[in-house]
Nanobody, 124 residues
Framework: QVQLVESGGGLVQPGGSLRLSCTASGLTFRNYHMAWFRQAPGKEREFAAR????????YVADSVKGRFTISRDNAKNTVYLQMNSLNPEDTAVYYC?????????????????WGQGTQVTVSS
């Protein structure tokens, strides 16, 4: 049974930072490209960042470029999202997702496995 478990969310002030983690089990982690998506209330799920299987290539959405960094540790079956300079527009539930599709995918439907999400709230 595949499980993706996110952690690290919480309440942070504008301008602050958080690091999200997502630990996978039940799959061969190094064979999957990993991504982070987010979904704000009343909005569609939005792509944030993606990292290749070996961690050698990353792709970040324009909305978070320069502020968010995705990384992974295949020895720990974990993918991370470092989020800096957070603002209230970053408030959302953040999800990690896994796919074996080689081409960069920004559409949720192209991901096979999902975590349950972790809430990030940016507010003073």
């Amino acid at each position: 049974q595949v499980q993706l478990v996110e952690s690290g969310g919480g309440l942070v002030q504008p301008g602050g930072s958080l690091r999200l983690s997502c630990t996978a089990s039940g799959l061969t982690f190094r064979n999957y490209h990993m991504a982070w998506f987010r979904q704000a209330p009343g909005k569609e799920r939005e792509f944030a960042a993606r990292i290749s299987r070996a961690g050698t290539s990353t792709y970040v959405a324009d909305s978070v470029k320069g502020r968010f960094t995705i990384s992974r540790d295949n020895a720990k079956n974990t993918v991370y999202l470092q989020m800096n300079s957070l603002n209230p527009e970053d408030t959302a539930v953040y999800y990690c997702a896994a796919t074996q599709t080689v081409m960069v995918q920004t559409t949720p439907a192209n991901y096979n496995y999902w975590g349950q999400g972790t809430q990030v709230t940016v507010s003073s």
